[in-house]
């Protein structure tokens, strides 16, 4: 009995999961997120994305809306996914600046600082800029 009922449960699990898959892809093939290899491709994809999704929030949300959310979120996550990596080694370059300056080790400092600059640079865009001005 045991046997026959471990068999049935094979049998249905794999049947259910291959008709849930097939069910996602054919519901989600289209919802194909847009590919964020470096920090600028992200930034550049959460300004677009977070504008689509700012028009969408302030309207009546309706089922369409709503689709389009779902469609949105996909490529917003790995934006966001990205911007954390880059923010972890950041963080990381940050720390080597500040150890480095303890221990007055200048190649340190200058290595790691640039690198930290590079991304925050990146990150802060225009902002920095304007601020450098006044």
């Known amino acids: 009995m045991k046997r026959l009922l471990a068999g049935l449960f094979i049998v249905v699990m794999s049947l259910s999961t291959s008709a849930i898959a097939n069910d996602d892809e054919q519901k989600?093939?289209?919802?194909?997120?847009?590919?964020?290899?470096?920090?600028?491709?992200?930034?550049?994809?959460?300004?677009?994305?977070?504008?689509k999704l700012q028009e969408i929030v302030n309207g009546d949300l309706s089922a369409q809306d709503m689709a389009k959310v779902h469609e949105l979120t996909y490529t917003l996550e790995v934006a966001l996914a990205r911007?954390?990596?880059?923010?972890?080694?950041?963080?990381?370059?940050?720390?080597?600046?500040?150890?480095?300056?303890?221990?007055?080790?200048?190649?340190?400092?200058?290595?790691?600082?640039?690198?930290y600059l590079n991304t925050l640079n990146h990150l802060l865009g225009e902002h920095?800029?304007?601020?450098?001005n006044h």
């Open 83 to 115: 911007l954390s990596k880059e923010l972890d080694v950041a963080a990381n370059s940050l720390e080597e600046v500040h150890l480095g300056s303890e221990q007055m080790n200048k190649p340190r400092v200058k290595g790691f600082g640039k690198d």
């Open 128 to 132: 920095h800029k304007h601020h450098d």
């Open 28 to 51: 989600y093939q289209h919802f194909k997120p847009e590919p964020a290899e470096n920090l600028q491709q992200a930034i550049m994809n959460l300004v677009e994305y977070n504008a």
